[in-house]
């Protein structure tokens, strides 16, 4: 089964900012995520921040933040930016 991934625009927007090496990485996070869904023990520090959101280190100072109901396939990546700005 694959996921379907859902990019917020602010997303999008923001990371065209960040510094190439991170757009890579972001992009096989996401690969990541339609492959093995929402629990992505193997990326570096990656923890459950609530019921239903995770989120992961993509470097040093760049973090992805996502969600997913239960029961559907639809994960929702809604920040990708500093860890210092993150939203938890």
């Known amino acids: 089964m694959e996921y379907t991934i859902i990019i ?3 997303v999008l927007k923001g990371l065209k900012k960040l510094p190439e090496f991170t757009q890579d990485k972001f992009e096989y996070l996401i690969e990541s995520l339609k492959k093995g869904g929402p629990v ?3 990326w570096p520090n990656y923890s459950r921040i609530g019921k ?3 989120h992961c280190h993509l470097s040093h100072s760049w973090v992805a933040c996502w969600k997913h109901e239960k029961n ?4 929702e990546v809604y920040y990708v ?3 210092e700005k993150a939203p938890y």
């Open 40 to 42: 992505q023990p193997a």
């Open 81 to 83: 930016g500093s860890r």
């Open 8 to 10: 917020k625009k602010r």
């Open 72 to 75: 559907t396939i639809i994960i």
């Open 52 to 54: 239903n959101e995770f």
